[in-house]
């Protein structure tokens, strides 16, 4: 199932000494400015092979069509000029002023290099990296661009297919120090974060078939008791002794049971920070169940489980990193199906917690079963609680495909928000508001699962607004809803490669970073 791994190791040698089978070097497009106008700013980096070009390189990269742009990749035979037979040119946009790329721009630009390398088994990148403060910062996004732009699902193909190249095998990142301790922790931590991404990538692209509820609690206890986490697995039994009616009626509808998975970190010592429990939805397939969704497109549901992917990988990697933080996940698994057991609209549920949900729209199943998995994170006692979920159209409708909706406790919002903004996974908060929860008032139990009047306004807000009656007040909380950033329909761009993008993982481990740093 899982694609080959690309490796990446650091070299502080002439770039245009290594004997690699190319080297990518950055270039800046044509601001207007320059002298001659027109020309291509060459990225710092790429120095000694422009000298071996006897400086006619940008020349010779702009009669081959470059212009710099964000995501081009020129690639140029360098006939014995340097020791590579092949340069690519990466384009970085324009110069920023006095500073070096932006983090997210070279991640962008790693990631369309070595995907338009595959074919070539090693590959050095010689892009433009600040020497000061932020040099942590870039090279971290260089190697994560770089082996996220080198994956690849295996898939399922029977025949050997000779047109596809495979993916790089092995990167190399110039730095002016390799043996610079900073930089060597850098490239581990992009290993175990780019990890838990291809991971996350390779379980929302696998068949809804093999990775039916029980398959994928089994996938994710296995993978997390090799890590060394404490792993808990409530099977459907456990599920209806221990009064988990949201994901019971969900997974009720289907052969496949549902389960809860429960991962816990504990780090030497217990640790004494802030409790960390992250939960995420485990939907292995949405058909909407009894209120059935269309035919078109909804093979994309097979991506609904995205959110625990995140959270299951996040939580290998932090299995890896050792923060010093506890942390705990909550995987609800379940698949919604139509059936003669489903749960049906008019339904009235006894939640984890103990309140009671009229259910009237089956299709919004990921609430149902993430409340009582909140309840339970909330139950066992935590400090922070971070949700992720491909829970609403609406995300999509109001944010678009990469950025994602945050709802919550303000200033856990907004430690979202600047966290994605770190990690180039950006997310937006969002309200709360009392005519939402209004709206939700059932004649005959505690909360409507939806708005009673069917009504789509405020759709993604009404799956936040659901959630926080699941929560205790003692817990700050932040729902991020993925529906469109988890998953990439389009042609691959930059890292982001066709398929699952592993979309929120960086940012969790980035708050999780945060927490064990600030509290
Ligand atoms: N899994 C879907 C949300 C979704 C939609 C994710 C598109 C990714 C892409 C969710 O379970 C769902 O069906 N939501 C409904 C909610 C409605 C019934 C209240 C929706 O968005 O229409
Ligand atoms: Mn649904
Ligand atoms: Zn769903």
Redesign the pocket.
């Known amino acids: 199932m899982t694609s080959p791994r690309t490796t990446l190791s650091l070299v502080d040698t002439d770039p245009a000494e290594l004997a690699v089978d190319a080297i990518v070097i950055g270039v800046h497009s044509q601001t207007g400015e320059q002298d001659p106008p027109g020309a291509l700013l060459l990225g710092s980096g790429a120095e000694s092979i422009a000298a071996a070009f006897d400086g006619r390189l940008t020349e010779t990269l702009a009669l081959l069509g470059a212009t710099g742009g964000p995501g081009e990749v020129i690639k140029l035979a360098t006939l014995g000029t340097i020791t590579a037979p092949v340069v690519a040119a990466v384009g970085l946009g324009p110069e920023p002023t006095g500073a070096a790329p932006a983090p997210e721009t070279l991640r962008r630009a790693a990631g369309a290099a070595v995907r338009a390398l595959a074919g070539a088994g090693r590959v050095a990148l010689a892009l433009p990296l600040p020497d000061d403060d932020d040099a942590p910062a870039a090279l971290r996004a260089v190697a994560e661009g770089a082996l996220l732009g080198g994956y690849r699902f295996a898939g399922y193909k029977t025949r050997p297919q000779p047109t596809r190249r495979e993916p790089v095998a092995e990167v190399l990142v110039a730095v002016p120090d390799a043996a610079d301790a900073t930089a060597t922790a850098e490239v581990a931590r992009a290993q175990a974060v780019t990890d838990a991404v291809r991971l996350t990538r390779d379980w929302v692209n696998t068949a809804p078939n093999e990775l039916r509820p029980p398959a994928f609690a089994d996938a994710v206890a296995g993978a997390a008791r090799d890590a060394g986490l404490d792993v808990e697995v409530l099977d459907e039994a456990a599920l209806a002794a221990g009064g988990y009616g949201g994901i019971i009626a969900v997974g009720q509808g289907s052969e496949a049971p549902p389960r809860l998975v429960k991962l816990s970190y504990t780090p030497a010592g217990g640790g004494t920070g802030k409790r960390v429990a992250l939960v995420g939805k485990g939907?292995t397939f949405?058909t909407?169940g009894i209120?059935i969704?269309p035919a078109q497109g909804m093979w994309?549901?097979k991506?609904?489980m995205a959110g625990a992917a995140a959270v299951a990988a996040t939580m290998l990697a932090v299995a890896a990193l050792k923060p010093s933080v506890p942390v705990t996940a909550y995987l609800p698994m379940a698949e919604?199906m139509p059936s003669g057991t489903s749960y049906r609209p008019g339904d009235v549920i006894s939640m984890f917690n103990g309140k009671k949900v009229e259910v009237l729209?089956t299709?919004?199943?990921?609430r149902m079963i993430l409340a009582d998995a909140i309840a339970r994170a909330c139950a066992d006692g935590c400090d922070y609680l971070f949700e992720t979920s491909?829970?609403?159209?609406?995300?999509?409708v109001a944010l678009g495909k990469r950025i994602s909706g945050v709802m919550g406790t303000a200033e856990l919002c907004e430690r979202v928000r600047t966290a994605g903004d770190a990690v180039g996974e950006p997310a937006w908060p969002m309200p709360l508001p009392d005519d939402v929860r209004k709206g939700m008032e059932s004649d005959v139990a505690d909360i409507s699962?939806?708005n009673a009047g069917m009504d789509?306004a405020g759709?993604m807000l009404?799956?936040g607004v659901f959630l926080r009656e699941f929560v205790t007040d003692e817990v700050a909380w932040a729902h991020i809803d993925i529906?469109?950033p988890?998953?990439h329909s389009g042609e691959a761009t930059g890292y982001w490669t066709k398929g699952g993008t592993g979309v929120p993982v960086r940012t969790l481990l980035q708050l999780v970073d945060d927490v064990a740093a600030n509290g």
């Open positions: 939907i949405d909407g209120s969704k994309e549901m991506s609904d919604n729209n299709d919004a199943e990921g491909t829970l609403t159209g609406g995300q999509v699962q939806v789509r759709h009404q799956g529906a469109g988890s998953y």
